[in-house]
């Protein structure tokens, strides 16, 4: 069974920053591709980032680009999105998620982790 536990989140003033962290297993961090999802209130879950476990290759939702940015530790199986420059409209529970696929837009596994809140104040 894939397990993945979010951290990090919290309330920040738009244009701060953030760092998230979704702590999975060796066998999961290492096999499968690893996503972070947002739901803000009233809205359908949309696709922030991913990472590509076969070659590293990363992916960000236009909204996020140049502002986000994915990466792993590899010595502690946590996967980090560092969100700079945060605005309002980026508040939204965010989840991480694993085994997803990317084919022209990125689709999420069945894995999520339990989501963890961010507010960002105007």
């Known amino acids: 069974q894939v397990q993945l536990v979010e951290s990090g989140g919290g309330l920040v003033q738009a244009g701060g920053s953030l760092r998230l962290s979704c702590a999975a297993s060796?066998?999961?961090?290492?096999?499968?591709?690893m996503g972070w999802f947002r739901q803000a209130p009233g809205k359908e879950r949309e696709f922030v980032a991913a990472?590509?476990?076969?070659?590293?290759?990363?992916y960000y939702a236009d909204s996020v680009k140049g502002r986000f940015t994915i990466s792993n530790d590899n010595t502690k199986n946590t996967l980090y999105p560092q969100m700079n420059s945060l605005k309002p409209e980026d508040t939204a529970v965010y989840y991480c998620?694993?085994?997803?696929?990317?084919?022209?837009?990125?689709?999420?596994?069945?894995?999520w982790g339990q989501g963890t809140q961010v507010t960002v104040s105007s």
């Open positions: 990472l590509m476990r076969s070659d590293s290759s990363t």
């Open positions: 060796r066998r999961t961090f290492i096999t499968y591709n």
């Open positions: 998620n694993a085994g997803g696929d990317y084919r022209s837009t990125y689709y999420p596994g069945a894995a």
